[in-house]
């Protein structure tokens, strides 16, 4: 009995490795790819009789009081908002119907507009980065010392790297750029010394940790400030254009709360992101939020266009290439921030 145990266990052993043998030759092996971010529902309203507004944002400091909107106290319409820290990754997502609404960086958007036909249309500006950014190294102290050196940039955030670069006499192939999905990557890549630099922005990572050095940051005299706005699907404001009234009527109205009431303002906000008060605080040093007023007295159609395609001309140096070919001038529309009923901000300027 005990031999035929032990021949069964043998042979059983011998089939085993003779099937492994004959699957790993079949079975091919896949390259590894880092996994994207994936996106994260922040908070829904409770409905409102009609389908929710659907908006992508990103993780960024100008992006985070859209997160405090689902439940705003004069919230009127039906919102879900979510996470989406890459930012191809959200221009995609509002291409192919995914999201209704998404907030990122002008210039992330002209690039958009260079890959996906009609992926959305410019309609305010949240605010400007004044520190928002700010560039790392191990062992460089100015622009001029990244030469033929390593940068760790987030997607969709290398214009402004690209454009300092410029800015201090460097082509784009005399330095290479890596792209990450998050900052906290870029960082990692720069402690793993696989990089020699890396553009951050969440304040607490921007001080980059031992051994490195601030190259520039966005609230310096020199550099190019960072644009961040929100667009709409075309389709989307063809339909809906009252909804799409709404969230902005409620998102100018945190943001007017933010400038006159700012603790009243930061505990929702803190809430829907689940930052302390006092790190949100910090969050938002780093970017000028604007308020409607701001937005109607700063923005200007013609204006916008141009910027655009001068953006799409420096991505072109950069060597980036599209294959969309939507008119720019049909990407911006400023008819709803226009009709927009005054805030309480603007009525009282008006009454001065």
Not at 142 to 158: E, F, M, Y
Not at 175 to 184: E, L
Request: proline share 7%.
């Amino acid at each position: 009995m005990l031999k035929r145990v032990i021949l069964n266990l043998v042979v059983m052993a011998v089939v085993t490795g003779v099937l492994y043998r004959i699957l790993a030759t079949q079975i091919p092996v896949l390259p590894w790819e880092r996994p994207k971010p994936t996106p994260t529902p922040v908070a829904a309203a409770t409905p409102l009789g009609r389908q929710p507004i659907r908006i992508g944002i990103s993780d960024r400091p100008a992006n985070l009081p859209m997160a405090a909107l689902p439940k705003w106290p004069d919230n009127h319409q039906a919102v879900e908002v979510v996470v989406v820290p890459d930012t191809n990754l959200r221009w995609e997502m509002l291409a192919a119907g995914q999201l209704d609404m998404a907030c990122g960086t002008l210039d992330s958007f002209s690039l958009a507009l260079m890959r996906f036909p009609r992926v959305g249309i410019y309609l305010f500006s949240l605010g400007t980065s004044v520190g928002e950014d700010v560039l790392v190294a191990s062992s460089a102290t100015r622009l001029t010392d990244l030469k033929h050196k390593s940068v760790a940039v987030p997607q969709g955030q290398d214009y402004v790297v690209g454009l300092a670069l410029s800015q201090a006499g460097l082509s784009p192939s005399e330095t290479t750029m890596i792209a990450t999905h998050t900052d906290q990557e870029a960082l990692a890549e720069l402690h793993q010394h696989a990089v020699q630099a890396a553009l951050l922005w969440e304040p607490q990572l921007a001080k980059g940790g031992e051994g490195t050095s601030v190259v520039f940051t966005t609230a310096d005299a020199k550099t190019p400030r960072i644009e961040e706005m929100c667009a709409v699907r075309p389709d989307v404001l063809h339909s809906r254009p009252a909804e799409v009234s709404s969230v902005m009527r409620t998102w100018f109205h945190i943001i007017d709360t933010l400038r006159t009431k700012p603790g009243l303002a930061r505990e929702p906000i803190a809430r829907a992101t689940g930052l302390a008060v006092d790190v949100l605080g910090d969050y938002l040093k780093t970017v000028q939020l604007s308020t409607l007023a701001e937005n109607r007295n700063a923005l200007d159609q013609a204006l916008l266009v141009s910027t655009i395609q001068d953006q799409q001309s420096d991505f072109k140096m950069m060597g980036k290439t599209g294959t969309a070919s939507a008119e720019v001038s049909q990407a911006v529309n400023l008819d709803l921030l226009r009709q927009l009923p005054a805030t309480v901000e603007e009525q009282q300027q008006q009454q001065q």
